[in-house]
């Protein structure tokens, strides 16, 4: 019998792997330095989601848990809108068929796409022009930042469809984000928040022109990218966790995320930096 105790670090690794290279067979995606990019590519219909779409989003993003050269990601539209939703006539003219169990499998994978998104740890930055409804307003709410153009129209539009506003989190996530009141008011009418005002509510990090929405936003990603992005993962798992914990287990908690931090290189290289007087060179370890 052996008695190696040895990891084989392949095995260690589990599931880590390259997606720089992803083929996508529903949106573009390219990937440089780091930095992902995800473009909704329906341009002529306000870029809907289909069936497919949600579903390779979905299992897109659960798989960027364990990517080992994407660090961030960016999510924006083709041409001059993000996101017109669910496509009328490929998601809602089936969905008014079918019986409540395929209704909730459909509503559960839609839901899945928001927890995929929020249990990656790369941080999200969505590039919001025009149009950016239903699903797409989802999409944008479950990114980590926001940049947009005076002239996007947010709208959570479920109730002009005869539908509640409790879709795929928003009534958990929303009022996190612009307050209870705020939040209440775009789901129970199911109006478009514009630009402006979607900055000074806080929804939307800032606003830029739209012909550099998508540079600006890389280069936030970039930004991210060029940080200590093993410690950004874990301020993203953390921001999300302790929406459920108490103030004592949150601190709790954010000791024992900061102690592991603690452990990694990118800890020293931002120490011996320091004593140089340079700028640390972050690599993710």
Not at 114 to 125: D, I, N, T
Not at 176 to 195: D, F, K, V
Request: proline letters at 4%.
């Amino acid at each position: 019998m052996s008695t190696d105790t040895r990891v084989d670090p392949a095995l260690a690794a589990g599931n880590r792997q390259a997606l720089a290279a992803y083929a996508a067979e529903h949106f573009r995606w390219q990937c440089e330095g780091g930095v992902a990019t995800i473009t909704l590519n329906r341009p002529e219909r306000k870029n809907p989601l289909t069936f497919a779409s949600y579903a390779e989003l979905r299992d897109l993003f659960a798989r960027l848990k364990y990517a080992t050269d994407v660090h961030a990601v960016v999510i924006a539209g083709a041409g001059d809108n993000f996101c017109s939703g669910g496509d009328v006539h490929e998601i809602i003219g089936p969905l008014v068929q079918l019986a409540a169990p395929e209704l909730l499998m459909f509503t559960r994978m839609t839901g899945d796409l928001v927890k995929a998104m929020r249990g990656c740890p790369q941080p999200l930055v969505a590039a919001i022009d025009g149009v950016c409804a239903g699903a797409g307003a989802i999409v944008a709410m479950a990114s980590d930042m926001r940049l947009a153009t005076a002239r996007s129209k947010t709208a959570f539009l479920f109730n002009r469809v005869g539908l509640a506003g409790c879709d795929m989190g928003a009534c958990a996530m929303l009022p996190r984000i612009i307050g209870q009141g705020r939040a209440s008011e775009l789901l129970y009418t199911g109006r478009a928040l514009g630009g402006e005002e979607g900055e000074r509510w806080g929804f939307f990090n800032r606003l830029v022109a739209p012909e550099e929405l998508l540079g600006q936003a890389q280069a936030l990603a970039r930004e991210l990218v060029a940080g200590p992005t093993f410690a950004n993962g874990i301020t993203k798992t953390m921001l999300h966790q302790e929406w459920s914990m108490t103030i004592e287990q949150a601190i709790e908690a954010e000791a024992q995320a900061q102690a592991i931090c603690m452990m990694t290189e990118d800890f020293k290289r931002a120490y011996r930096a320091f004593a140089a007087k340079s700028k640390p060179k972050f690599e993710g370890n």
